[in-house]
């Protein structure tokens, strides 16, 4: 059964620091994983997406890596900001199914 | 057209109540998806359909009922809901249901059953 972890938990930045999120999933034979933003009581906003075939994309301030062999992808955001506070999903795809992380809460501190 | 869209936004329901969630989406998508979201949990998947037909269904009680009338609806049945059925009613669609396409999700119904 696939599970999908994501570390840490909860994670409280300064302004304008550099900072990673992590997610691993414990079956490799994924057909893509894709990193949300969900802002509290709303829906989810896909961030980024990766595809098992590639091991990057990047979107602005946003980087995420994927190393499918491992069952590891992480999530990179440059110079955060107070608007980035937000949980952060990380999801795999497997046929029909996409399974999530139980997220990350951000809180970018002014 | 990059949205999908989900009415009512908030819905508040005694147990006795019938109600319905309804989802739309003008992307062309053949993938519709049914998922809940209790406070401080991961959404987890309750249905899925795929060109209009009903694929996967999570062992969901019978009290929610998915409906799929087009390709661009879905809509999700309440009747007879418990306390317990409280939670975030999230929509999606993909291109399709087979791999690896992206999942666009709806903003939420926020349900509380009384």
């Keep these: 059964k696939q599970e999908v972890t994501q570390i840490p938990a909860a994670l409280s930045v300064p302004e304008g620091e550099n900072l990673v999120l992590n997610c691993s999933f414990t079956d490799s034979a994924i057909y893509n994983l894709q990193w949300f933003r969900q802002d509290p009581g709303k829906g989810l906003t896909s961030l980024l997406l990766i595809q098992s075939s590639q091991r990057e994309q990047t979107s602005g301030r946003l980087n995420a890596s994927l190393d499918k062999s491992s069952g590891r992808s992480t999530l990179y955001i440059a110079a955060s900001q107070p608007g980035d506070s937000a949980t952060y999903l990380c999801a795999v795809r497997l046929g029909f199914k996409t399974i999530f992380g139980a997220g990350t809460r951000l809180f970018v501190k002014a | ?114």
């Design chain 2, 1 to 114: 057209d990059t949205e999908v869209t989900q009415t009512p936004k908030h819905l508040v329901m005694g147990m006795t109540n019938k109600k319905s969630l309804k989802c739309e989406q003008h992307m062309g998508h053949r993938a519709m998806y049914w998922y809940k979201q209790k406070a401080k949990k991961p959404p987890e998947l309750m249905f899925v359909y795929s060109y209009e037909k009903l694929s996967i269904n999570e062992s969901v009680p019978s009290r929610f009922s998915p409906e799929c009338p087009n390709s661009s609806l879905l809509n999700l049945h309440l009747h007879a809901l418990q306390p317990e059925d409280s939670a975030l009613y999230l929509c999606a669609s993909s291109q399709d249901s087979g791999g690896g396409e992206k999942l666009f999700f709806g903003s939420g119904t926020q349900l509380s059953v009384l």
